[in-house]
């Protein structure tokens, strides 16, 4: 049996503060809401609903996750948010029609207790928006120690032991790394000077390491990604993860894409399309922002389908992603994917999927279990890149020079196998003697 790692307990009660307080937050804060207040399953939460199996089949061990490894419970979590636009969770909940007046009725007072507090936003990264709530420091080093100062009042008023944070804001318009992203001294002397290629979400991601509180990237934007960021968490302590919640059509993706190949069937095209009416769909309707959403979705299936290895069956695909924003639609959005495959003797065959979905109730369990399981790894002692939650992301960070896994399934081995490590059990393979 492999050493367990020493991990402290959950006491006390855990922040969760999202940068964002829109869709998915405010989903995700009223089912946790929900589940607590009439002990209802939070459905499609991993940390929450799937079982573990442990040893060999026939020792017919198989807890629940969250009675095999130290999670906090949902009763513990107290929720905080920043955001240029809503007033507070239930406003939030209202504006974006994901649920039903039934649903959000039944937490209403509490989901109005969660206060936005004033965002460090720039509308030069989300032009759509028009933010009126947000904090008066203009440089971007004054803005950073506002938000510490926010997260420490957080923590003091609502009594936490611990923090974390998950970006719920919007995709931010496209760029690469710059040199002020290289080491966190360029960084911080670049906040200072107000520096173009700052954005505000990677204002977030400083703020929360300097206040040793792990941070997970829901959005496609770089933040926890660059250079400065991974040296700051692994120089604090701190874990870090990222990016974009593998929801709707990206999910299918990354469940059709592996059966195809572990039956060496070829692919020739995708061509995915989408209609979508939320704020994300008019954030993502600008060009500059559909580009950094458009490169996380298609770096999907070249790393599923290795074509260097494989040149016979994935060396000439043609991939295509395309979102188009369409108001009537609100929150339920809808995707085609046209999928253009071929099998013995090369002859094509068809697959056609219609996805309709709700981005929010795919999104909001993501958000619970990255929570809770970037509070366990930093309990555990884990710092930097938290590869082994990648199974929750759309284009995931890899923790070292290796390109990041994108199987679901090996996604959800890796999981599984990294919480059997840190409580001392061993790895199941599936062998024939497993
Ligand atoms: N819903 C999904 O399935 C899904 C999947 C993958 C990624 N995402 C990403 O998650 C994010 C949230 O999605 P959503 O549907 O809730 O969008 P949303 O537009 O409803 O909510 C985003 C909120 O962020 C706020 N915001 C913008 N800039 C901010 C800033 N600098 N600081 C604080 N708040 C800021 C906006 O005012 C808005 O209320 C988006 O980036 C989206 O691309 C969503």
Redesign the pocket.
Known sequence: MPEPLDIAPANGKLGVLT???????STFIAGVLQARATGKPPLGSVSQMAHIRLGKREQGRSPLIRDFAPLAKLDDLVFG??????ANALE?ARA?GVLEEKDIAAVSAEMEGIIAMD????PI??SR?D?TRVKSETNKWDQAMALMADIEKFRVENNCDRMVMV?????EAYQQPSEVHESIEAFEAGMKANDDNIS??QI?VYAALQSGVPFAN????LSTDLACMIQLSEKLGVPIAGK?????QTLMKTLIAPGLKARMLGLRGWFSTNILG???G???DAPENFKT?EESKLGVLHTILQPDTYPDLYGNIDHVVRINYYPPRG?NKEGWDAIDIFGWMGYPMQIKVDFLCR??I??APIVLDLALFMDLASRAGQSGVQEWLSFYL?APQAAGELPPEQDLFIQQTKLKNTLREWMGEEPVTHSEAG
Do not use: H, M
Not at 19 to 25: D, H, I, N, R, T
Not at 119 to 122: G, N, Q, S
Not at 244 to 248: S, Y
């Open positions: 940068p964002g307080l829109g869709a998915v937050s948010g920043w955001d240029p636009i809503s939030a974006c965002a460090v936003f720039d990264w989300v928006l933010g970006w719920c804001g919007s995709t505000p979400s977030y829901g959005a496609p934007n974009d919640f593998k929801t709707g939320n704020r994300d008019e954030v993502l959403k929150d981005d929010s795919l999104a759309k």
